[in-house]
């Protein structure tokens, strides 16, 4: 009577193994990316305060009471934001930009993305077009100060 193998062959563990290597390379990177795109997604919540006060001010201001920039009541300065956000500055024409922190030092930090209002489908001017709606936010890498690159933006902000 024979005795049967029980148990696996060395060759079987080692080709397990790099199976479970080669996919490790593959997913940590990926993981990666989507952490830093899940805390940049706080910079976009910042925002979203200014987005909604800019509005409220675009449709209901007039031409002489319209604000100047940073004097919306929704920045953020810098040193006072959140452990992701540095800072949340308005233009004149209601442009938000965010400037992020800590989260990844060499490819996002000290970079920021801006929202940029849209009236008829159009970059929405300011105080010319006081009483106006302001239809659409557009969201990308900023080009107030260096943008974060498109790669590490929320899937809301890659168009």
Do not use: H
């Amino acid at each position: 009577m024979s005795k049967m193998q029980k148990g696996f062959t060395l060759i079987e563990l080692m080709i397990v193994v790099a199976i479970i290597g080669i996919l490790a390379a593959i997913a940590l990177p990926a993981y990666q990316d989507y952490t830093k795109r899940a805390k940049m997604s706080e910079a976009i919540l910042a925002a979203s305060a200014c987005r909604t006060t800019i509005t409220e001010v675009y449709q209901s201001a007039s031409a002489s009471s319209f604000p100047a920039a940073n004097q919306w009541g929704c920045e953020i300065s810098s040193g006072s934001g959140s452990k992701y956000v540095t800072s949340v500055v308005t233009t004149n024409t209601g442009l938000i930009t965010v400037k992020v922190q800590g989260i990844d030092s060499a490819n996002i930090d000290n970079k920021g993305i801006d929202l940029v209002p849209y009236i008829a489908g159009a970059v929405a001017t300011g105080s010319t077009q006081a009483g106006q709606s302001i239809q659409e936010w557009r969201c990308g890498p900023s080009t107030q100060i260096t943008g974060v690159p498109a790669k590490y933006l929320p899937g809301s902000c890659r168009g």
